[in-house]
């Protein structure tokens, strides 16, 4: 769960946090805190505050930033042996070198000119060494990836103000991806009241290959990820050579060397999917000071995203030669593909509580908080496609033949053109005490209702407790010592709830098979998954025992968690 100036956010957002608008970050590591939290919290918290205005005088920050990444690690391949699956053996048995294969299971490499590929319509093939002089194409095929990061910001007394700028040349050729931030924090407090309010609106665009588009395209020919469609390169071919596959002859589609693969480089060129995503997230928290050992508080927070991205797919367009000596799984004529989609989601969420501490003598000190959320969350989608696009290149659904593609809402299985909303309600409170800031044990509990279940399972309570010793307040040996800096003991026992269902999962839904309607009659066939209706919250118990400590003024910290 993200957690971000105290307001639950989708844990997506974290990647679109601009670095220095970043104050704090705190990681809650086990279920223990899901019953402040709520349930996403269940496999732990991120908790981020970004920067508020500090001091009167105004300051003007830039930070710049250029970052390189590369892939860290390769399967380990041979590099010993050519291309070849036994299509041909010889005399002892062993498998003959096909120039047309991507399996590598031929003879070892001899130095040798050989053929690659096939003989073409004009009689002409591709030779080579038959050698692993090209092995590493296949490591020089993946771009440096970069990221260049701009960002400026102006803080004064009541407010934080930052733009920020990345854009990120992805490992794969041709990847872009862009995403600009603007941020506005301020607060002031009067009296015994305070407000602290923020917005920040973040925009993504990207133009990258949709391997998901690749899957499938050509029958029984290879239809995986680009990653090993790369890697199943035999080493004696010169892989980087095929980059320009509308000029190159021995690149463009009909004439590519391999018989059961495509050119990696037509797929980056032809099966894309383009996007935007707008996102807006606004918090507001008002506090009052009932009395020095209490405090009101509400805080309003909301996440908006809108997200359209259009996926293309190039017609197959293949020469009379190839289509009528080549494999017809993959040398074929194909239409053009498009898939379009746009969407909506928003989670708006209430929190209202009462918290606050009181000493108790001078040793013990006792602090609390009670409240209540409410959360509602709304998710549209409308997409449409086209398989069978009659001009080539031209990405409209309207330009097609036959019907359209409209995919259906399957919960947990297909998301596709729905419209959903949910509701959680929640009560929690918690009571700690603490003893000479060295013992500190807390009880806390959280009771939820949740609207994806049935009426009679929607209310689930969860409790949990924890302890912790510091060590190093307390025992004058660890005190004293120069060597340990810091060294606690905790403890926790807890169970919480969780409820990771789809809207509406719980009922049998029917959908128009293909070909349907048809003309004027429609049919309606169901969904492959029968639900249950009765399913009740999923509940984690979880015992934890841990102990951190720390050496030389907190600079090795260790920490061990059973």
Do not use: C
């Not at 469609?229 to 190159?248: G, R």
């Not at 099966?271 to 928290?285: F, S």
């Not at 399913?535 to 003024?553: A, D």
């Amino acid at each position: 769960m993200l957690v971000v100036d105290g307001a639950p956010t989708p844990l997506g957002y974290l990647s679109s946090i601009a670095p220095s608008d970043v104050q704090d970050l705190t990681v809650l590591k086990s279920a223990a805190s899901a019953a402040i939290y709520g349930p996403d919290a269940v496999n732990g918290v991120i908790i981020v505050t970004t920067k508020r205005g500090t001091s009167a005088k105004p300051t003007i920050t830039f930070n710049s930033s250029i970052q390189l990444t590369r892939v860290s690690y390769f399967p380990k391949f041979q590099k010993s042996f050519g291309a070849g699956a036994g299509e041909t053996v010889d005399q002892y048995g062993n498998y003959d070198y096909v120039p047309y294969e991507n399996q590598q299971y031929g003879p070892a490499f001899d130095g040798s000119i050989k053929e690659i590929g096939v003989h073409l319509e004009d009689g002409s093939v591709q030779t080579g060494p038959y050698t692993n002089a090209h092995y590493k194409d296949k490591v020089k095929f993946w771009n440096t990836g970069l990221t260049y990061q701009n960002s400026i910001s102006v803080a004064a007394e009541d407010f934080y103000l930052s733009f920020d700028d990345a854009k990120i040349k992805g490992l794969v050729p041709d990847d872009e991806n862009r995403r600009t931030s603007l941020r506005f924090n301020a607060g002031k407090k009067y009296g015994k009241f305070s407000v602290n309010y923020g917005l920040n609106y973040i925009l993504n665009n990207y133009n990258v290959v949709n391997e998901a588009g690749f899957s499938r395209l050509f029958g029984t020919s290879y239809n995986g990820g680009l990653f090993f469609l790369v890697m199943q390169t035999p080493s004696n071919v010169p892989l980087l050579s095929y980059k320009d596959w509308q000029n190159n002859k021995f690149a463009q589609y009909s004439n590519y060397y391999n018989e059961f693969a495509v050119n990696p480089y037509w797929v980056i060129g032809n099966i894309r999917q383009k996007g935007r995503e707008d996102d807006l997230i606004g918090n507001l928290d008002a506090n009052y000071q009932l009395f020095p050992w209490l405090k009101a508080s509400i805080r309003l927070s909301s996440n908006l995203s809108f997200q359209n991205l259009k996926n293309t797919t190039a017609n197959t367009s293949v020469t009379d030669w190839a289509y009528q000596n080549r494999n017809h799984n993959q040398y074929l004529n194909q239409p053009g593909k498009v898939f379009d989609d746009q969407s909506y989601s928003s989670r708006i969420n209430l929190d209202y509580f009462l918290s606050g501490d009181h000493k108790i003598g001078k040793d013990v000190n006792l602090r609390y908080i009670a409240g209540g959320m409410i959360r509602e969350n709304r998710q549209k989608d409308v997409s449409v496609g086209g398989n069978n696009l009659v001009v080539p290149y031209l990405y409209n659904v309207s330009v097609r033949s036959g019907d359209a593609n409209v995919p259906n809402y399957i919960p947990g299985v297909q998301n596709n053109n729905y419209d959903l909303k949910s509701r959680l309600i929640s009560a929690y409170g918690s009571i700690g005490f603490s003893y000479q800031d060295w013992a500190f044990v807390e009880v806390t509990g959280r009771n939820d209702w949740d609207s994806r279940l049935l009426k009679q399972n929607r209310s689930f309570f969860y409790p949990g407790a924890n302890a912790s010793f510091i060590l190093s307040n307390v025992i004058p040996a660890i005190k004293n010592s120069s060597v340990i800096s810091y060294a606690k003991l905790r403890a926790a026992i807890s169970k919480s709830g969780n409820v990771n269902l789809s809207p509406y999962a719980l009922q049998a839904t029917y959908s128009q098979p293909a070909g349907f309607p048809f003309g004027n009659t429609v049919g309606f066939t169901a969904n492959q998954i029968i639900p249950n209706p009765d399913l009740k919250p999923e509940f984690v118990n979880t015992k934890e025992v841990g102990v951190e400590v720390s050496f030389l003024k907190n600079r090795i910290n260790f920490e061990l968690l059973n």
